[in-house]
């Protein structure tokens, strides 16, 4: 059980098993609840890392920032 659950769906007694007296409004004595625990649909998290790439103004040499060590692959 949890305290607060994301949904809660209420199962009403209309009428009663044995006489078929209407019990709409009648008060309720109790519940009886049954949790469902459901696990969404895992999603990808897609991260992407942008080397910045510069022409020096002054030599005209290319540069390039460096990835992190662990991002060594193109994918």
């Known amino acids: 059980m949890v305290d607060n659950p994301d949904v809660t769906i209420s199962h009403k007694v209309h009428r009663c098993d044995t006489c078929g007296m209407f019990l709409e409004d009648v ?7 049954r949790p ?4 969404p649909p895992v999603s ?3 991260t992407e890392h942008c080397a910045e790439i510069k022409t020096c103004p002054n030599c ?5 920032a460096d ?4 991002i060594k ?3």
């Open 27 to 33: 008060e309720i004595t109790n519940l009886e609840k």
């Open 36 to 39: 469902v625990f459901d696990i």
């Open 67 to 70: 990835f992190p060590e662990e």
């Open 44 to 46: 990808i998290k897609v």
């Open 73 to 75: 692959h193109p994918i």
């Open 60 to 64: 005209g040499c290319t540069n390039k």
